[in-house]
DNA sequence: TTGAAAGCGCTAACAT
DNA sequence: ATGTTAGCGCTTTCAA
């Protein structure tokens, strides 16, 4: 009569009650084949009665499917990979699979522990977002962890692993940079300056090494002092990277650039900043675009121009790609996510 | 004498090829026991050679224990949420935890349906961050559910849940609202606002109805309509609460406040914008303060005071208190955390 | 110090 | 349609 003891209940406690086996009581918990109705209702009644739900350890261990992808971000503070992450964590969803995340601090040593701890956990399949992928050169330990890995499963990245046999999932870096670029020499900007980054990342090197392939296609006015990666990706760094690029033109007798592409959009804000406080307007006298797409861009005054990467297309991609792995369907080794610009009012303005 | 093959590798396949027992692998696995150094050497060894890792849904079967957390947040790409989970990811971590992160988006069905697959997956413990357990009323399906789930395991929350043996580690919303009208009456305001939020979210709710309550001991100036919930947390939403306020003291021949609290930091950069578009200046005109200093406090312009809940101390006892349910050791039903007061820009001028 | 064996909760043949 | 049984990979008595 009353609601139930507090004991463990496991099927053989729902297959004793029923007057059934276990594996009956299991038949209708998986849906897996045929059982008579009055009996599988009787089933089900216990199991509501005694809010039975099945272990997924026990399962997974017969199973050789968990139903759970193991995710590794470099900090999901970071509004960036908090954006894709979600993506993912729907998209799995969507297909009955569970993300299991874990932040690895942009540390490659704690990077390694986290892909160990998700081969224990036995997950089906791991996504790496950032972090040691994203390195030009991959570190060497982390490598040798991602083989190790990717014996046992799929392994997808932003980036890219030396060696190891990763499927990739990534952002079309030029073309990114060419809408950017496009757009800004429609607007008649010609002295356009990339600034901020570590060069060292795959997708920053990326940035540049297009950049400078690109620059005669649009006659831009280049010049070594448009580029100043102060290394890193946060607002200070744009403000100082921005501010060393002023000091530079000035000393030089350079023009300052009438257009500044900054590596993501939180550099944009720092380069913002130093623009403001040398006391010019965005964008009337020097225009101002970012990557990324966050938060922040409809929040700050001015509004930032940036790159958006879809990002329900980018969890979608990587999750379908892992999914594919885990299946043995065919995918392609590396498949590019297409970006669009936002153009906001950092950029919004014509030069005759 | 080649690597390996690439076959399941478990305990057994190291005991044999050791000599030795399952159980000592065990014991070396788990040092659980003595085993003779030659032999732990051997294994060890082997271990290597085969990159084993032990399965911890085997684990998990045996012992009852599965070093996990479960967690439930509404969405971590709020930073609120992320900070709080990163900070007790490392707590976790610190204490040989691993968290498993869900998103709730704010929907009391997905929250109901992410405690089941943290039940399923036998989490030691539940941490839920914000959503159902903010409400003022707790939905009657998701408190259900979580009596269930506190049958078998200790369930934190930040809020409330009605008539659930859950243990509580929120914030001291009443210090932080004194801390608040403190550091504005000491600056000489005299007419403060309180802005933002919806009403039948607890934490929001604990603000108005403090705020009543201590006007009188402040001497504060109060009328009605300084307290103008238009519903929301976001930017837009503080954006049209002091646009309310404004056209409200217009109307009725009030003067404008001379502060205005948000309820939260996002809400803050709304309620600026709006007095901003009003052509006031803040601070000089009106102050603005609000809560959780979040990332872009230091990016707009101007900084926004705020309310700092120090992260790392939230993440510690949130996860100090799974953690002593877990172990049966005794613990405060609720815990409070301290809030600091962090003072910027926004709020910083002294009003004779 | 070590091994044998039982068991954790479930699923999947294999019978019936 | 349903029951029996044998694992899945580990830990843990209990003996030796």
């Not at 089906?124 to 060497?140: P, R, S």
């Not at 950049?211 to 070594?224: E, G, M, R, W």
């Amino acid at each position: 009569m009353e609601p139930t003891p507090n004991q463990k209940v496991t099927i053989y406690t729902i297959a004793k009650e029923a007057g059934v086996s276990p594996a009956t009581v299991s038949r209708v918990l998986t849906n897996s084949a045929n059982v008579r109705p009055e009996k599988r209702e009787r089933i089900e009644e216990l199991i509501h009665k005694y809010n039975f739900m099945p272990s997924a350890l026990a399962r997974g261990l017969t199973d050789t499917r968990r139903m759970i992808i193991g995710i590794i971000t470099a900090d999901v503070r970071n509004s960036f990979y908090a954006d894709v992450y979600t993506a993912c964590e729907n998209a799995a969803s969507k297909a009955g699979y569970t993300m299991l995340l874990l932040n690895s601090f942009g540390d490659r040593d704690t990077e390694k522990r986290q892909i160990k701890k998700l081969l224990e956990q036995r997950v089906d399949a791991i996504i790496q977002l950032g972090g040691a992928a994203d390195d030009v050169e991959t570190d060497t330990g982390y490598a040798k962890q991602v083989k190790i890995a990717v014996k046992s499963l799929p392994f997808v990245v932003t980036g890219k692993v030396d060696g190891a046999d990763c499927n990739i999932v990534r952002v079309d870096a030029e073309r990114a940079l060419e809408l950017l670029v496009e757009h800004l020499v429609y607007n008649g900007n010609k002295r356009i300056a990339l600034v901020g980054g570590r060069i060292d990342v795959v997708s920053t090197k990326a940035k540049y090494e297009h950049f400078l392939k690109i620059a005669d296609k649009y006659h831009l006015d280049t010049n070594p002092v448009y580029l100043e990666n102060w290394g890193g990706y946060r607002v200070d760094k744009g403000l100082r990277s921005m501010d060393a690029l002023f000091d530079k033109c000035h000393k030089q007798g350079i023009p300052y650039p009438d257009a500044v592409i900054a590596v993501n959009d939180l550099t944009a804000v720092g380069v913002i900043k130093s623009i403001e406080r040398h006391g010019l307007r965005i964008p009337e006298d020097i225009a101002v675009v970012g990557y990324d797409n966050i938060d922040i861009d409809e929040i700050i005054e001015p509004n930032i121009t940036t790159i958006d990467y879809n990002y329900a297309v980018f969890g979608e991609m990587l999750v379908s790609t892992a999914i594919a792995g885990i299946e043995g369907t065919s995918v392609e080794k590396q498949r590019n996510i297409e970006p669009n610009i936002v153009i906001r009012e950092s950029s919004d303005i014509k030069r005759v």
